[in-house]
């Protein structure tokens, strides 16, 4: 599986950006997707995960009511729309993929990760 984000960028607190992850070489639709962060000198954290049809999403405590996980399998796309953001979200942000059956909250458990893509909040 391939796997490629876009979408980060620098945005002023309380701003948003969405961002997307494009995968191929697999099914889409019977992936588990999770989006990941890692901010300088801290471990990466999981931060959103969706289900293969979209309908069950899980969020980090740090994100809920502020971040969205969707995504569109006819695109085979996965997306993070991230509002309200706090400098504290300042990451690279990773896309991955698992095989589980369950929205999976660790990342051991995912088998494919995208290149990451760079968010910055200014205070």
């Known amino acids: 599986v391939q796997l490629q984000a876009s979408g980060g960028g620098l945005v002023q607190a309380g701003g948003s950006l969405r961002l997307s992850c494009a995968a191929s070489g697999r099914t889409f639709s019977s992936l588990i997707m999770g989006w990941f962060r890692q901010a300088a000198g801290k471990e990466r954290e999981f931060v959103a995960g969706i289900s293969r049809s979209g309908s069950i999403t899980n969020y980090a405590d740090s994100v809920k009511g502020r971040f969205t996980i969707s995504r569109d399998n006819a695109k085979n796309t996965v997306y993070l729309q991230m509002n309200s953001l706090k400098p504290e979200d300042t990451a690279v942000y990773y896309c991955?993929?698992?095989?589980?059956?369950?929205?999976?909250?660790?990342?051991?458990?995912?088998?494919?990760w995208g290149q990451g893509t760079l968010v910055t909040v200014s205070s």
């Open positions: 991955a993929t698992s095989g589980s059956l369950k929205v999976e909250m660790n990342a051991a458990r995912y088998d494919y």
